[in-house]
């Protein structure tokens, strides 16, 4: 916007944080315990894996999805950052793996949680006359959507749906694209439930479709939908308020054809997506290659 307004020609996006070195556990705990609502939700001390896990025990009771359907979104991302040299977990992974791992709010479990990292990114945006002058191909911005739903997950109407759905319908507006033309995937896999209704909410299957879509493979290398192709924040690394950012630079990796070894074919468009909150804010992006 402040491009396009004519206040400046190139703008440095960067957001970095050090949550595994920063912070100890007793300050994390402090940290996650504080986020409910200091009155319907903190009371009772639940902690943000425990808010994620309300949202996937209300997707198993309402569309019968299976915990094994949850662990394929962290096999699928593993599978990638098996082929990233700089991910934080690479050994591959199974179903098994996943419902095996040790137990952290019911129903999910400890390979069901993103990371906890150190990490940055970085990126430039310019005016489209400026980019085609740079050292690098250019990647455009071609439509964006915001959607917000509440703050705190005790006012949420649905834990089933989020405001994923608006943010995904207004960016594909803007682009003029619906999800078939979408080439890469880049989501918020803080959690496996929350990658699964995203999944959803933003057109890639119908809702409660979410489990099956993961366990067909179809977001896994050699799928037709790769999702997450660095190992997103469950394998690759989440450092906290920068984890959304690392999915932007590898749709722009990918589409500039230099990603080494997990170099998908054709990229030509990416869909990228942030959430804030426990699912109650979100942010849609979808970028084009340039010729």
Not at 39 to 48: L, N
């Amino acid at each position: 916007a402040a491009i396009q307004a004519g206040m400046a020609d190139t703008i440095v996006v960067a957001m970095a944080d050090s949550l595994r070195s920063f912070m100890s556990r007793e300050q994390a705990m402090v940290v996650q315990s504080s986020s409910g609502h200091p009155h319907y939700e903190q009371p009772y001390g639940p902690t943000v894996p425990a808010y994620y896990a309300l949202i996937a025990r209300a997707h198993m009771d309402q569309f019968g999805t299976t915990e094994a359907q949850f662990a394929e979104a962290a096999v699928s991302c593993r599978a990638w950052a098996n082929q990233h040299p700089k991910a934080q977990k690479r050994d591959p992974i199974s179903v098994e793996d996943v419902m095996n791992s040790r137990a952290i709010a019911d129903p999910l479990k400890v390979l069901d949680c993103s990371l906890v990292s150190d990490g940055g990114a970085a990126v430039v945006i310019t005016r489209k006359d400026r980019a085609k002058d740079g050292p690098h191909k250019p990647v455009t911005l071609l439509g964006y959507g915001e959607g917000h739903a509440y703050e705190h997950i005790s006012q949420a109407k649905d834990l089933t749906t989020s405001a994923a759905a608006q943010s995904g319908r207004a960016a594909y507006a803007e682009a003029g694209l619906t999800p078939d033309d979408i080439d890469l995937l880049q989501l918020y896999d803080c959690f496996t439930p929350a990658l699964l209704i995203q999944i959803e909410d933003l057109g890639f299957c119908g809702k409660g479709e979410g489990g099956a879509w993961l366990a067909s493979g179809i977001s896994k290398p050699g799928g037709s939908k790769p999702m997450n192709t660095h190992g997103g924040m469950l394998s690759y690394c989440h450092p906290g308020n920068p984890g959304a950012m690392f999915g932007l630079t590898e749709a722009m990796t990918q589409m500039r054809g230099n990603a080494c070894e997990r170099q998908l074919p054709n990229m030509r468009t990416a869909l990228c997506h942030a959430q804030g909150g426990i699912m109650s804010s979100h942010a849609t992006i979808i970028l084009g290659a340039e010729d």
